[in-house]
């Protein structure tokens, strides 16, 4: 997996333990003159099915392909990207792969929530603010600056390792699961 340093994370509502997630891909015809195809893709790249890509373009045969990584922890996909738009592409291929529309909530973290006497554990506020809040978060005795978006997006250093990254996805589960129970 390459350096990664951004992720939206987004909850599947519907999605139940007996849906089989699979490889997936599809073409969609643009009905242009030119007789491109839109190409439509998810890949899981390990046996639980807990990481993979989405791959998109407008035009399969002449434009150039996205690849957005991803990984999954129970019902909930980070996408591992900057860009609030991927999310439309990666619920259009869900939604094609399963054969029904499905019902999502992007997570959303809501600094107003947070206020000075709340304790975060292994995490020291540095600044916040109604549309972010920044802090140091510890990790095996090792600091990490995130930044977390009240659109959804989570900034960190760049990192590719998998494990430290899913502690920081794990972390910031923890902070919403624990925002939804106030």
């Known amino acids: 997996m390459k350096f990664i340093s951004s992720a939206i994370g987004v909850?599947?509502?519907d999605l139940n333990g007996d849906v089989s997630l699979s490889n997936y891909s599809m073409f969609v015809e643009n009905g242009n003159k030119s007789g491109t195809n839109s190409f439509y893709s998810i890949i899981f790249t390990d046996e639980e099915k807990n990481m993979?890509?989405?791959?998109?373009?407008?035009?399969?045969?002449?434009?150039?392909?996205?690849?957005?990584?991803?990984?999954?922890?129970?019902?909930?996909?980070f996408i591992l990207t900057s860009s609030t738009q991927h999310l439309k592409y990666f619920k259009y291929i869900l939604d094609n792969m399963l054969e029904r529309k499905i019902s999502y909530r992007k997570l959303k973290l809501d600094p107003d929530k947070?206020?000075?006497?709340?304790v975060i554990m292994n995490f020291d506020v540095i600044s916040k603010n109604n549309y972010?809040?920044?802090?140091?978060?510890?990790?095996?005795?090792k600091r990490f600056i995130l930044k977390f978006y009240s659109?959804?997006?989570?900034?960190?250093?760049?990192?590719?390792n998998i494990q430290q990254l899913i502690s920081i996805l794990n972390f910031y589960l923890e902070i919403i699961r624990g925002m939804d129970r106030d």
Do not use: A, D, Q, W
């Open 11 to 13: 909850e599947i509502e």
């Open 114 to 118: 947070i206020n000075e006497s709340t």
């Open 151 to 160: 659109n959804g997006i989570i900034s960190f250093p760049h990192n590719e």
């Open 52 to 77: 993979g890509e989405i791959h998109f373009t407008k035009s399969f045969e002449y434009g150039s392909l996205n690849v957005i990584p991803f990984i999954r922890i129970e019902n909930i996909f």
């Open 132 to 141: 972010e809040l920044i802090g140091i978060f510890t990790l095996n005795m």
